[in-house]
């Protein structure tokens, strides 16, 4: 089944403490990117990526890193989580640029 | 900027009526056009698309004409069940942007009641 995973669903952390949410697709997309869904903000992109090894900031990049290795793995590191990371994270995925996307079923990340 | 701009929800309906959800953009390319829903609990899915004006996008019964002349895209959907309880998106992405991101209006809450 063609799909987008990411892991983990739920996480719950502290302040400090470095972590990555790993994003796979198996539909040999080149394009993938990474959005953050925050209460009356809507989703805002944070990173994108148009192929392996090429990746470039989006609207919110500020405490996120991200590497493209491997054209099917994208992985979120958030080197040193702040409360204000607090969001729904969600990994994108799509042919090209110019192609619709396909999304993950989210990530939901609190720091305390 | 390119935004999207959809009406406020949540919109409450019984079963078997008539939907419409207004969405309109502005964008300084040739966008395309997209609607994607979120059910509770779970990730965005594409409903349906639209690359270029008058065409019209359709799945599951729901329905969107790409309007360049109004830059509208509205969804609709003749007879709505309980499972289309969902939060409705429409976003664009305009071809050949540098970061291919996908912008989103704020979301449209729906709620079908039996």
């Known amino acids: 089944e063609a799909q987008v995973t990411q892991n983990p669903r739920y996480l719950i952390t502290v302040t400090g403490k470095k972590l990555t949410v790993t994003c796979s697709q198996n539909?040999?997309?080149?394009?993938m990117s990474w959005y953050r869904q925050d209460p009356g903000l809507g989703l805002r992109q944070i990173y994108y990526?148009?192929?392996?090894?090429?990746?470039d900031k989006g609207d919110v990049p500020e405490g996120y890193k991200v590497s493209r290795k491997e054209k099917r793995n994208f992985p979120l590191i958030l080197e040193s989580p702040s409360p204000n990371q607090t969001s729904l994270y969600f990994c994108?995925?799509?042919?090209?640029?110019?192609?619709?996307?396909?999304f993950g079923p989210g990530t939901r990340l609190t720091v305390t | 900027g390119d935004s999207v701009t959809q009406m406020e929800g949540p919109v409450t309906l019984s079963e078997e009526a008539f939907l419409t959800i207004n969405c309109t953009y502005t964008?300084?390319?040739?966008?395309?056009l997209f609607w994607y829903v979120q059910y509770p609990g779970e990730g965005l899915q594409l409903l349906l698309k639209?690359?270029?004006?008058?065409d019209k996008g359709s799945n599951k019964g729901f329905e969107a004409t790409y309007r360049k002349e109004t830059t509208s895209f509205h969804l609709e959907k003749g007879s709505v069940q309980v499972s289309d309880s969902a939060v409705y998106f429409c976003?664009?992405?305009?071809?050949?942007?540098?970061?291919?991101?996908?912008?989103f209006g704020q979301g449209t809450t729906l709620q079908v009641k039996p």
């Open positions: 994108a995925s799509s042919l090209s640029r110019d192609y619709e996307q396909y």
């Open positions: 539909m040999n997309h080149e394009y």
């Open positions: 990526s148009m192929n392996v090894e090429v990746t």
């Open positions: 964008a300084t390319g040739y966008p395309s």
């Open positions: 639209a690359t270029k004006a008058d």
């Open positions: 976003a664009l992405s305009v071809r050949g942007s540098n970061t291919g991101k996908l912008i």
